[in-house]
């Protein structure tokens, strides 16, 4: 099993900043690609940004130039920074991991996520 646990989250005035994190941990001999989604009440979970293992970003909407995902392989974490937040940024934010067990199983692990509220 691996799991992975969101932190970070919270309430925020409009402008702000909040840094969320997501420590991965068990049976891991490698991860892949790491995401980042969001999902707003009455939505669909959605795409944020991702981050391959050699760093390679992609962000997905009106979070490119605001947000900036980044991990530290050596820890199994990932971050996201998110500056300048919007009320439209309010949701609750998963971490995703894809990666190998070992070299005969592979996972694709989600975290319970984190709330995130942009608020005056």
């Known amino acids: 099993q691996v799991q992975l646990v969101e932190s970070g989250g919270g309430l925020v005035q409009p402008g702000g900043s909040l840094r969320l994190s997501c420590a991965a941990s068990g049976s891991i001999f490698r991860i892949n690609t790491m995401y980042w989604y969001h999902q707003a009440p009455g939505k669909e979970r959605e795409l944020v940004a991702s981050?391959?293992?050699?760093?390679?970003?992609v962000y997905v909407g009106s979070v490119q130039g605001r947000f900036t995902i980044s991990r530290d392989n050596a820890k199994n974490t990932l971050y996201l920074q998110m500056n300048n937040l919007k009320p439209e940024d309010t949701a609750v934010y998963y971490c995703?991991?894809?990666?190998?067990?070992?070299?005969?199983?592979?996972?694709?692990?989600w975290g319970q996520g984190t709330q995130v509220t942009v608020s005056s």
């Open positions: 995703r991991a894809i990666g190998m067990r070992n070299l005969l199983s592979n996972f694709d692990s």
């Open positions: 981050i391959t293992s050699g760093g390679s970003r």
